[in-house]
């Protein structure tokens, strides 16, 4: 085998709290998760010469204001990507790629919003030549535009909303362990069906819970993460994929041919081919999960299960704290809290650091991670530095 | 931005469509309660939405061209709890995504029925409002 290439790694997480009405500003919580990525990280605030974020219609703050309000001497790098819950893995790709080319040494990547009090994704009118055929009809929430493919994909692959609700309940028991997790109540399958439709087949449990917050993480090299404070969480591979026709905005699913598969079958190879590992080589996997459906079209796209037995394979279990691939280990998007997949990257980290606490997985040396739902994402795969 | 803790009068109506430079065609063709989309010239596949060149071979352009509102449904939705105000009175509704025989999709209102299926075949009907004319379809009587 010939010597790997430059490696980047993630070396620390930040977070702030998770609440539905901060009362802060969206740059305030930036600052707060980028003080803390960079302190749980062991650096100091000035060796940040990158940033990295994403917004949706203008949700957010600009990488140069997070430079401002850090007080840093100077940014080699600065990213700002009109995404949503696409961009976490492919910011942390492209971060690992800036710093592997010698571009950067340190690169934040966060995502802040106040998602909850203040402009909501779900239901923001998106801009783009698609929103005068869906607005007017009153299709005008992101989690339509899911539950029209999650429709599709559970007719086609003969799963149904039992399936939907055994992700749900699942990730409640992962959530019971994390104290940041807005949803910690326990939530049975049975319980989960008899609440009513908020958009069919979705019910409210099969949502995202919306929250104001920020996290980040801090990526560098892997040679210098080695030398700080915590076990590095290497960057193995990352990859982004849009397939052909992904529409003219985020919402615009019509010229996609395939509801039943999203990006995620679509990157797979390039993904596991990168990091020269393989489906079966995973050990635990965080996937981007607004809404239910996705960790099982994730689930199939990612090659972990077999097409049409991703609802059996959480159904026994098997994404359970007890099972053989733990899923969404934070309890995902949908227990605790929607920052747009930034936080299943950071909790992706904890796990491959080995720092879960009572949520810690046994075996954490290959993790995947998802960001997106639909048309277009990214992942990676982190590795424990082996 | 939406919330249902404070709804403008303006909020209770919809929105018409706001038609560009590329769209105009089609909006001014559910007017005529005609059903127009674009034909490319090179592939000679037909293509929705309207967009300045063809998603599949990237010939530019495009003709317009008149089709039966007429397809199945490929997947659909039912809406219980609307998001925007305006759609309130309206629940439960539903969304569908219809493919033409011609080979494209449309997304449209469907009337409700039960049951819906993938694949039934739905015909579409103009539906006026103040300034715009809707396609809505409904399974063929």
Redesign the interface.
Known sequence: MTPRAAQAAIAGVGYTPFTRRSGRSVLDQALEACRNAVADAGIETAQVDGIASFMLMHDSVPAVAVATGLALPGLRYGLDVQLGGQAPCYLVGEAATAINAGHADHVLVFRALNGRSG??V???PFAG?????????????YL?YV???A??FL?ETAQGEADLAAVASTQRHWAAQNERALKRDPLSVAEHLAA??????FRADDCTVEVDGACAVLVTSLERARDLRHPPAVVAASAYRAG??PG?DIG?H??WSD?TRNYTSLLRDELFHRAELGPSDVQLAEIYDCFTSTVLMGLEGLGLCERGTAGAFVRAGSTSPAGSLPVNTHGGLLAEGYLHGMNTVTEAVLQVQGRGGTRQVANHDVCVATSGALMDGSALVLTTDR | ??TFDSVSPEEMV???????V??QFYWDGLRARRLLVQRCAECERH???P?PAC??CAAPGGEAVELEPRGTI???????????P??RG?VP?V?A?VELAEGC?????LEHQEPIE?GQTVVGHYHD?GS?T?LRFGVEA
């Not at chain 1, 030549?129 to 929430?141: K, L």
């Open positions: 402009p909501r779900g239901t923001m030549a698609g929103g005068q055929y869906r607005y007017p009809i009153g299709y005008d929430a339509m539950a029209m493919w429709r599709r007719l009513p439709f908020v958009v069919e087949p052909p026709r003219l615009d019509l010229l509801y | 931005m939406t919809v929105a018409p469509p706001v038609a560009d590329d769209s293509r929705f939405p967009m998603p599949s490929y997947s659909w939705i039912v809406v219980h709890q609307a998001f925007a305006a759609f309206e509704y969304i995504v999709r449309l997304l449209t209102r993938a409002h715009w809707e």
